[in-house]
Nanobody, 121 residues
Framework: QVQLVESGGGLVQAGGSLRLSCAASGSIFSINAMAWHRQAPGKQRELVAVIASGGNTNYADSVKGRFTISRDNAKNAVSLQMNSLKDEDTAVYYC???????????????WGQGTRVTVSS
C-alpha cells in the first residue's frame, strides 16, 4: 500500500519557523511532482508550493520569499521550510505527490493525512 506520511506541524508564534516533512512509502516506481497544499478553516484547499522531479519550483504569491520547498528523490521525500510565519498561514497542510506504482502505467494523485499548523500572534 502506497502512502504519504507527514510530520512537523504544531503551534508557533508569529514570526517563527516550522519545517514540514513528508515521506512516501510502498511499491513506488517513480514520482513526478510533489507539493504542499493547505486548507484554512472555512476556506478551500490551496496550493502552497510545488516541486518537479527535476527540481523546478513554484510558490503561491502569499508565501514567496518565506517558504522553501525541497525534495530528496532518493528518499521519496519532500519538505517545506516555513519562515516568518503569519497568522494567515494557520491551516492544515497536506502533502501531495504524483506517483506511478510498480506494475502500473499511469501516474496517480496521492495525498497525506494532513498536519496542522497554528500560528499565534
Amino acid at each position: 500500500q502506497v502512502q504519504l506520511v507527514e510530520s512537523g506541524g504544531g503551534l508557533v508564534q508569529a514570526g517563527g519557523s516550522l519545517r514540514l516533512s513528508c515521506a512516501a512509502s510502498g511499491s513506488i516506481f517513480s514520482i513526478n511532482a510533489m507539493a504542499w497544499h493547505r486548507q484554512a478553516p472555512g476556506k478551500q484547499r490551496e496550493l502552497v508550493a510545488v516541486i518537479a522531479s527535476g527540481g523546478n519550483t513554484n510558490y503561491a504569491d502569499s508565501v514567496k520569499g518565506r517558504f522553501t520547498i525541497s525534495r530528496d528523490n532518493a528518499k521519496n521525500a519532500v519538505s517545506l521550510q516555513m519562515n516568518s510565519l503569519k497568522d494567515e498561514d494557520t491551516a492544515v497542510y497536506y502533502c501531495y505527490a504524483q506517483m506511478k506504482i510498480s506494475g502500473t502505467n499511469a501516474y496517480q494523485n496521492y495525498w497525506g493525512q494532513g498536519t496542522r499548523v497554528t500560528v499565534s500572534s
